[in-house]
């Protein structure tokens, strides 16, 4: 299992990683194209617990992720997740700069105490859909604040609590 065998999705306001997911999402888009929503979750929660541990509790969450998920990869429309809090995403493939950044910024945002998710982004195509030309790159809220470097903690502290200031 390989790094890019994992994919982030939302799941009830969490970020999950998701064994398989592609695969079965590729799979799925040449045989399931008419088939009921509720059909595509079922065949989706079926392939995935195979892989990934789904809590029976959760199983109505994931198989809305994994249904907003299919519709996102066959060009469907699709309702996204709702997020609370900060959305602040790393951009890198995951070298030791990346990983620090992410590391640096789940202590900066336990400092500020405020509620954030924190994504990887990992996929080469996702991060070029930001127009950053260097990793690690850093967005919160949909602004790239910094490209190419890890900022000081201070720094990352002054862009989380200025975030969480503005109004939602």
Not at 125 to 143: C, D, F, Q, S, Y
């Amino acid at each position: 299992m390989t790094r890019e065998d994992v994919v982030q999705i939302r799941v009830d306001g969490y970020t999950v990683g998701i064994m398989g997911l592609k695969t079965a999402l590729e799979e799925l888009a040449t045989t399931f194209g008419g088939k009921t929503d509720s059909e595509v979750i079922e065949t989706l929660l079926e392939r995935l617990s195979k892989k990934n541990y789904i809590p029976a509790k959760a199983q109505a969450a994931y198989g809305k992720a994994f249904l907003r998920e299919f519709k996102k990869f066959t060009g469907k429309p699709y309702e996204e997740e709702v997020i609370s809090g900060l959305d602040i995403k790393v951009l890198g493939p995951g070298c030791s700069q990346c990983d620090g950044l992410e590391q640096e910024l789940m202590a900066a945002v336990s400092q500020t105490g405020a509620t954030a998710n924190i994504e990887h982004v990992r996929d080469s195509m996702e991060i070029g859909k930001w127009g950053v030309m260097g990793t690690p790159a850093l967005v919160i809220n949909g602004r790239v604040k910094s490209v190419g470097k890890i900022p000081p903690r201070a720094r990352l502290i002054q862009w989380i609590e200025e975030a969480d200031a503005e109004p939602a």
